[in-house]
């Protein structure tokens, strides 16, 4: 089953705007890592935050970490068509040794040009 | 650095077949993981290597199966194929797998089960 439960399912948008998605887990973590996907094809890694981070950013990128309440946001500045796609937050839980992401559902951008 | 790439792109099987996919990770990096995407269970951890050991594995049947070699290349293997075994399944390769944990995902082997 999945960990983390992203909100919304879906957001369309129109080009230029912002756009914001949200991630909660359940489970203490050593990082938050936010992947986007393309109808079906690999996933791209975007950004990673670690547990003791609190905002980080990376060009067009704002993602924000907040332990306390298990949940995190990543934020798409001035929005582009090309970044519809399928955005996903994966959670490497603290008690794990090595690599095993648990993912959320995902959630679905889609920008109108 | 090339990425990780994945091998086949597609396959089509039957049930009751066995698959072999492929991964061969970035160069240098020694953590190799599995998952398989369905449109119903969404992303799910099937297991990792780290220097040719499993090292986690998800709640998956026994068989799925897999292995790592010398050269970090890692093959999984589906046995007795069902149909709710068709799926995207992703390979994702990191250096060492835990603080430096940024995952880089192949392309995906998209199989069909008939």
């Known amino acids: 089953s999945q960990q983390g439960e992203e909100d919304p399912q879906a957001l369309s948008i129109q080009e230029g705007e912002n756009a914001t998605m949200n991630c909660s887990y359940k489970?203490?973590?050593?990082?938050l890592q936010w992947y986007r996907q393309n109808s079906g094809r690999g996933l791209v890694h975007l950004i990673l935050?670690?547990?003791?981070?609190r905002e980080k950013h990376s060009g067009r990128l704002r993602v924000t970490l907040d332990t306390s309440k298990k949940s995190s946001s990543l934020l798409i500045t001035a929005s582009r068509a090309a970044d519809t796609a399928s955005y996903f937050c994966?959670?490497?839980?603290?008690?794990?040794?090595?690599?095993?992401?648990?993912f959320g559902e995902g959630t679905q951008l889609t920008v109108n040009p | 650095k090339a990425g990780v790439t994945q091998t086949p792109r597609y396959l089509i099987k039957t049930r009751g077949q066995q698959v072999t996919l492929s991964c061969s990770p970035i160069?240098?990096?020694?953590?190799v993981s599995w998952y398989q995407q369905t449109p119903g269970q969404g992303l799910q951890f099937l297991f990792e290597?780290?220097?040719?050991?499993?090292?986690n594995k998800g709640n998956f049947p026994g068989r799925f199966s897999g292995r790592q070699f010398s050269n970090s290349r890692s093959e999984m293997n589906v046995s007795t194929l069902e149909l709710g075994d068709s799926a995207l399944y992703l390979c994702?390769?990191?250096?060492?797998?835990?603080?430096?944990?940024?995952?880089?995902f192949g392309p995906g082997t998209r199989l069909t089960v008939l």
């Open positions: 994702a390769s990191s250096f060492r797998g835990r603080e430096y944990n940024e995952q880089f």
């Open positions: 489970t203490s973590i050593n990082n």
């Open positions: 935050i670690r547990s003791n981070e």
């Open positions: 994966a959670t490497d839980a603290l008690e794990t040794s090595g690599s095993r992401l648990t």
């Open positions: 160069s240098g990096h020694r953590s």
């Open positions: 290597y780290f220097s040719e050991t499993q090292r």
